[in-house]
């Protein structure tokens, strides 16, 4: 038997059999991913979409995902690939080369997204196709739950420019019975994102109704981003849906409590905090942190207006807006 240190579960493999996440095996004395170069399927986004608003806003993104997942999250609003190993799922085949290929094909692509389900259980395939991608002037996105192993995780965000990463709460209780997990290596991995040289960071909590919802948990999060990540690290508030599984809840998150969680963000310094899966015009907003001038105006995924110059600059005061946005 071998260990797999792809993430903090450290599953003992045997020869043939797969670990946790149902998509890593032991073969020939090696732990190897079993889909690797198989997709459930290409698709164009907006880059807004996975969320990520302040890279490259307004240009689409290449998102591809496979199956499996090393969590359990019993709201998981993917299921039905993340929590499946269905191999009759993964249509398509697509090798590093032929990604990087049909990204730089299209004038319209500016990067390339591993999402859908957790792009770290297949990191092999993700890291190739980054790489390939990079030689092609082409962006990556990982949009991740951020649980790697400590020796992998420095190798696979090494291999991307920019990332979107799911908090999923900020308790441990949370973790362990609504995911399956633990929360310290995901903080590990935001303080080791938070510090890395041109990478950009941007996080996602989805709230849930009486379960990581409370005004105490949310100023304990946003104070925790505050205080070890920055005040510049975009920060999306979204909107539950029941879904999964087995839904934790019934109910939909409310749009206030998605409103107060805004607020109480921007109260401990968050300079940049949006709200997601509802209509919200302020929540989707970017406004600049010194005049307070609206920089970016977005209808859903749309671009209305942006305010903010090739150097990165608000054009009404000339703040420097965190992010990238020029070519």
């Known amino acids: 038997m071998l260990t797999c240190d792809i993430c903090p579960r450290e599953c003992l493999i045997a020869e043939g059999k797969t670990g946790f996440c149902g998509t890593r095996t032991c073969r020939n004395g090696q732990i190897v991913p079993l889909y690797y170069g198989q997709c459930t399927g290409l698709a164009v986004d907006p880059i807004e979409k996975k969320p990520l608003y302040h890279f490259y806003p307004g240009s689409k993104v290449l998102s591809l995902g496979t199956i499996g997942c090393n969590f359990a999250c019993r709201f998981c609003q993917n299921w039905t690939t993340a929590q499946s190993c269905d191999a009759t799922l993964l249509r398509q085949r697509a090798t590093p080369e032929e990604i990087a290929r049909f990204a730089t094909g299209s004038t319209a692509l500016k990067s390339v997204a591993f999402t859908y389900n957790e792009p770290i259980t297949w990191a092999e395939y993700a890291v190739d196709a980054a790489e390939c991608c990079r030689k092609n002037g082409i ?76 005004p105490q948990e949310i100023g304990a999060l946003t104070q925790w981003i505050a ?101």
Do not use: W
């Open 139 to 214: 962006k990556t996105v990982a949009v991740s739950n951020g649980y790697i192993g400590g020796k992998q995780r420095e190798r696979f965000f090494n291999a991307m420019d920019a990332a979107n990463i799911d908090l999923k709460s900020f308790s441990e209780h949370f973790y362990r019975k609504q995911c399956g997990a633990s929360i310290e290596p995901v903080l590990k991995t935001l303080k080791y994102l938070a510090k890395k040289p041109d990478f950009h960071l941007e996080m996602t909590t989805l709230l849930i109704p009486s379960l990581n919802d409370s």
């Open 227 to 327: 205080e070890e990540l920055g005040c510049e690290i975009p920060l999306h508030f979204s909107a539950y849906f029941p879904a999964g599984k087995e839904p934790p809840v019934p109910v939909c998150t409310p749009p206030q409590t998605l409103f107060r969680a805004r607020e109480a963000a921007r109260n401990a310094g968050l300079k940049y905090v949006y709200t997601g899966n509802i209509r919200d015009a302020a929540g989707q907003t970017t406004y600049c942190p010194q005049c307070r001038q609206a920089v970016i105006e977005r209808d859903g995924y749309r671009i209305l207006e942006m305010q903010i110059d090739e150097d990165g600059c608000c054009k009404f005061c000339g703040q420097t807006i965190a992010g990238q946005f020029s070519y």
